[in-house]
């Protein structure tokens, strides 16, 4: 499958959108002071809190991330990428309803990642839920649906990778919902319900992006 300039253009909007959400997440992490930032305490919505302050009744911790604008910057750039990517790969990945109804939750989710960025949890709890709703809820829904993909689309043909992350994220969603860590804390569990998503859409830019002969033997390994 030759690629247009359009479908080259989304395969590498999906590809930088995990490695800038990652950096990001890093470095503002880095600038917190007392209390230092824990990935497997803190969630990832204290970095882009606005006020210094205790926060959450269910897990009451302190929150204070100077750099917040840095992360609510970020998570607004990666949702822009993923929407563009998924809009110029949408003839792409493929036709029919199971495919449609993927590519529908998932666009929902790039909206949940716009939200959580513009509406912190410390400005708007409410909406901020909501962003998270669509990240967790129905956009791993929507990865997991696009694990049943026709074996003849784009999507098809990684199943083993799709499938894998829609069940990776839909299980870190339950937990992380439960509030139960398994060893990887609360705020770790989060993060394998929200990250599955970039991470599957920029393995599927690189895959894409590829020259073809690369590309089909890839694409052909994960089925």
């Known amino acids: 499958m030759n690629l247009t ?3 080259r ?14 950096a ?5 992490g880095l600038r917190w002071r007392e209390p230092t930032y824990n990935w497997a305490t803190h969630n990832i919505s204290d970095l882009g809190n606005t006020h210094c302050g205790v926060w959450d009744t269910t897990r009451p911790r302190y929150v204070c991330s100077p750099w917040h604008p840095l992360m609510n910057t970020a998570t607004l750039t990666t949702a822009a990428l993923l ?18 109804s993927a590519q529908t939750l998932l666009l929902l989710a790039t909206g949940g990642y716009a939200l959580a960025a513009v509406y912190p949890a410390d400005v708007d709890e ?3 839920v909501l962003g998270a709703f669509l990240i ?5 829904v929507g990865l997991l649906l696009a694990g049943f993909a026709p074996s003849g689309t784009t999507l098809g043909r990684c199943r083993r990778l799709t499938l894998t992350a829609g069940l990776v994220a839909l299980a870190g969603t339950t937990l992380f919902a439960a509030q139960q860590g398994l060893g990887l ?3 770790g569990m989060e993060r394998i319900a929200v990250l599955p998503f970039p991470l599957w859409a920029c393995c599927l830019g690189v ?3 590829e020259p073809p002969t690369l590309r089909d033997l890839a694409l052909s390994a994960s089925t």
Request: charged content about 5%.
């Open 207 to 209: 895959l894409l992006a």
């Open 24 to 28: 990001a997440s890093l470095i503002t």
């Open 9 to 22: 253009l989304g395969a590498l909007c999906w590809l930088a959108a995990a490695p800038i959400f990652l």
């Open 126 to 128: 409410n909406l901020h």
């Open 83 to 100: 929407t563009v990517g998924l809009l110029l790969t949408w003839r792409i990945l493929g036709h029919g309803p199971v495919v449609r």
């Open 136 to 140: 967790m809820g129905l956009g791993n």
């Open 5 to 7: 300039r359009t479908g």
């Open 185 to 187: 804390g609360v705020g």
